[in-house]
């Protein structure tokens, strides 16, 4: 069965303090790794598409990368604003299905 | 903004009660998807169209109709709302131009008492 596991389910920071969110996956051929950003209150917001391997994709003070197992967004001297949901989903091959994670819930403190 | 509005935004019925949601795109993408988000679940697909009358389901299909008549709007119904169907129900296209990243609407919250 393909699963997605974000880790951790919620993080604190405080503003400035770098830190990483974690997507590990199982499934059988990945055709896409995708992040999302969701506001309370609000629909997902995408943010980047990975498709294999070694690959990076990096905008403003966010970074995400892809492993054989794993994806990591970094975020590099967060601010408030950067408080939201984080949600990573995965596109297997033949389907047009996204199965997603649970989230990891950001907060940073100013 | 991938030009996707959702109505109504908000919806509070009663258990029985039919209920149709609708989802409404302007920029004529062909696929269009219903998803349900729940606390401690993620976002989960109930049903989705790859064209005019030509729809399939999700992982979580049970209780809900759907249709698509027109390229611009994609209709979930929920024949007889139960208190399970209480949830945010969010659409989503992928875009012509990037086929491969769905875009999401802000989505319907519905509330079965």
């Known amino acids: 069965e393909d699963q997605v596991t974000q880790s951790p389910e919620a993080l604190r920071l405080q503003e400035g303090e770098s830190s990483s969110l974690n997507c590990s996956y199982t499934?059988?051929?990945?055709?896409?790794l995708f992040w999302y950003r969701q506001d309370p209150g609000k629909g997902p917001e995408f943010l980047f598409t990975?498709?294999?391997a070694g690959e990076e994709k990096e905008k403003e003070r966010l970074k995400a990368t892809l492993t054989k197992k794993e994806s990591f967004l970094h975020i590099t001297a967060p601010k408030p604003e950067d408080s939201a949901t984080y949600l990573c989903?995965?596109?297997?091959?033949?389907?047009?299905?996204?199965?997603f994670g649970k989230g990891t819930k950001l907060t940073v403190n100013p | 903004d991938a030009g996707i509005t959702q109505s109504p935004r908000h919806k509070v019925t009663e258990t029985g009660t039919p209920v149709t949601l609708r989802c409404h795109q302007t920029?004529?993408?062909?696929?269009m998807y219903w998803y349900r988000q729940d606390p401690g679940h993620g976002l989960r697909l109930i049903h989705y169209?790859?064209?005019?009358?030509?729809?399939d389901k999700g992982e979580v299909s049970d209780g809900y109709s759907v249709s698509r008549s027109k390229t611009e709007d994609f209709l979930l119904t929920l024949e007889s709302a139960t208190s399970s169907q209480t949830s945010v129900y969010f659409c989503?296209?992928?875009?012509?131009?990037?086929?491969?990243?769905?875009?999401f609407g802000p989505g319907t919250r519905l509330l079965v008492l």
């Open positions: 920029e004529n993408h062909r696929y």
């Open positions: 989503a296209i992928t875009s012509s131009r990037n086929q491969e990243t769905q875009y």
């Open positions: 169209s790859y064209g005019v009358k030509d729809t």
């Open positions: 990975l498709y294999s």
């Open positions: 499934v059988s051929g990945l055709r896409g």
């Open positions: 989903a995965v596109r297997v091959g033949g389907s047009e299905k996204l199965v």
